[in-house]
């Protein structure tokens, strides 16, 4: 068997200095106390960062106190770029970290939400060949605050711009975020904290992906979280799986459903199955008809994703008979399944092709 260098929780090496996100609120309070102020400007501090204020806009509290409680308010990511498509509906924005690490995140618009794609890793130490992120490889786990705040800035752009604000969120950005485990669950529960400890986000607007790291699958099924849980399989055999997603070799097909049917089990949330659709790859009939087998009956949906082109790749996305036949086949098998509408391919900013180049 394959041994895999995969991580749940790294050491804090290059991390950013701490910051009230990364801090429940009982935390926040010691901080403050600590910084010789009362634990209530904890609260006031929260409030005015999950609303995505500035510290100019920050009136209830002195210029003074604003300074002396700073060191709980780092910058944490300058704003590298943004580039839009879709009539400025997609925007993917570049970000660099304060040891000059760059991530990307993708803000989506639609009449009735905005969805926010963020980073839990820069790069990936998952490998996967068909994706832009994975080629180029693990940089660091992001810290607690780095993941929230990436939702806080896209939040206060589209409350600034005349929006509704972030509604969803979904980890399928840069990184595996089960690989970051500690960091990526405290920042599920500052996501859904309500204000002013948190953004007070409904858990069921947010999709956790994963490739699926049995023993994290099995973790966060305990955590008593409510998010979707979506799992990146993109080939119902092993043969084929341990090629597109390497960490097949340790978990077997087999053993991740168990493990994601085991999340649907506790939490009564849907699961969903993320598959990539590759020419003359994974595209097969036969494999169709084995991925309905595998979830027929179970509370799933398959969302078929036309492959995203990527630098170097050969691989390209399945022709559109082949794509609505694989639907056909999933859907006679018992199984719902619909093809994504992808978002910023012209920016380099749908599923695999996140990069985050300068």
């Not at 308010?73 to 970000?95: F, H, M, N, Q």
Request: proline share 6%; hydrophobic share 40%.
């Amino acid at each position: 068997m394959t041994s895999l260098p995969l991580v749940f929780d790294a050491p804090k090496r290059g991390l950013p200095p701490q910051h009230l996100a990364d801090l429940d609120p009982a935390a926040r309070r010691e901080a403050v106390v600590a910084l010789g102020e009362k634990g209530f400007r904890a609260e006031q501090l929260a409030r005015h960062y999950f609303a995505g204020h500035g510290s100019e806009q920050m009136t209830d509290l002195s210029p003074v106190l604003r300074e002396r409680l700073a060191p709980l308010l780092p910058e944490l990511w300058t704003r590298v770029r943004d580039v839009d498509c879709d009539a400025g509906a997609t925007i993917k924005s570049l970000w660099r970290g304060h040891d000059s690490t760059l991530v990307e995140s993708v803000t989506m618009r639609y009449k009735e939400r905005t969805t926010v794609c963020i980073s839990s890793q820069a790069g990936c130490g998952m490998a996967c060949p068909f994706c832009a992120t994975g080629q180029g490889g693990l940089t660091r786990n992001l810290s607690t605050a780095e993941i929230v705040d990436q939702v806080v800035r896209a939040n206060a752009d589209d409350l600034a711009r005349g929006f509704r604000g972030v509604s969803n969120v979904v980890f399928m950005g840069m990184g595996e975020p089960l690989a970051n485990y500690n960091r990526v669950v405290a920042a599920l529960r500052r996501l859904v904290e309500p204000a002013p400890a948190g953004l007070g986000m409904s858990q069921r607007n947010i999709v956790l992906s994963t490739v699926g790291l049995v023993p994290a699958i099995r973790k966060l099924t305990a955590e008593g979280l409510q998010v979707t849980l979506a799992l990146s399989l993109h080939a119902p055999d092993d043969e084929l799986r341990n090629t597109l997603v390497p960490v097949n070799t340790r978990w077997p097909v087999k053993e991740v459903l168990e493990a994601a049917f085991g999340y649907v089990r506790t939490t009564g949330r849907r699961l969903s199955i993320e598959y990539a659709l590759i020419k003359g790859v994974n595209d097969q009939p036969w494999r169709a008809d084995l991925l309905a087998k595998r979830l027929k009956g179970k509370l799933v949906h398959v969302n078929l994703i036309p492959l995203n082109p990527t630098p170097g790749s050969d691989w390209d996305a399945s022709p559109k008979p082949v794509e609505e036949e694989f639907v056909r086949r999933l859907r006679e098998g018992g199984v719902n399944a619909t093809v994504r509408d992808t978002r910023g391919r012209e920016i380099a900013g749908a599923c695999g092709q996140l990069a985050a180049l300068e």
